[in-house]
């Protein structure tokens, strides 16, 4: 079993849709949590972290469900430029900078 | 700053030749990281730094050294590139106590 699991998608949304992303990890020791985004051939940038308080910047809100050890994203009002591959991250250790990534869930707004 | 950069950009390899990937970054960031990433398997670690003169291994090490004389750089050597090791290549830093992972923009090797 992968420690980070993401379905790959690829989700096809129109402009204007609300869309959410879920993640499971397996490693309850995990201390942090975050999402990536990564355009096509680019490196990863982080999108935002993840708290148990969940947080929310802009159209973007994170959840975080440790009891289950769930992570999602939910993205609202979908623009064109939204357009790229969602990475879950999970950090097992911190202060490390000892990543561990899923496999990304692809999504691709339509006009 | 020019952050996190990576060379070459590009690189076709044969069976059995080495090379070195470098990485350097001039944010002062204590911990480095090499990732490879391939389609489906999403970005897996090789090996990682948390200052000068201290790596360890990550998920897949077989097949590459690393070495971290100091903290700008973090060189990835290939002792002898295999067909398997065709892939992106990513480094990364991140700073003491920092929650964000810097990435550089990757090397695309090829080995044939």
């Known amino acids: 079993r992968k420690e980070v699991e993401q379905d790959p998608g690829p989700f096809n949304v129109p402009e204007g849709a609300t869309v959410a992303f879920n993640c499971t990890y397996s490693n309850s020791a995990s201390q942090s949590f975050f999402w990536y985004r990564q355009d096509c051939r680019k490196e990863p940038k982080l999108l935002m972290s993840v708290y148990s308080s969940g947080n929310e910047d802009g159209r973007f809100t994170a959840q975080l469900n440790r009891a289950s050890q769930y992570i999602s994203l939910l993205i609202r009002d979908s623009k064109l430029s939204d357009s790229a591959t969602y990475l879950c991250v999970v950090n097992k250790a911190s202060n490390t900078g000892k990543l561990i990534f899923g496999q990304g869930t692809t999504l691709q707004v339509k006009p | 700053n020019a952050g996190v950069t990576q060379t070459p950009k590009f690189q076709v390899l044969k069976t059995g030749q080495s090379m070195t990937l470098q990485c350097a970054q001039d944010?002062?960031?204590?911990?480095m990281s090499w990732y490879r990433q391939d389609p489906g398997m999403g970005l897996r670690l090789i090996h990682y730094s948390v200052g000068a003169g201290i790596t360890d291994q990550g998920e897949v090490p077989n097949g590459y050294n690393v070495s971290r004389s100091t903290t700008e750089d973090f060189p990835l050597r290939l002792l002898s590139a295999a067909p398997s090791q065709t892939s992106v290549y990513f480094c990364?830093?991140?700073?003491?106590?920092?929650?964000?992972?810097?990435f550089g923009p990757g090397t695309r090797l090829t080995v044939l």
């Open positions: 990364a830093t991140l700073a003491s106590g920092g929650d964000t992972q810097y």
């Open positions: 944010m002062n960031h204590e911990y």
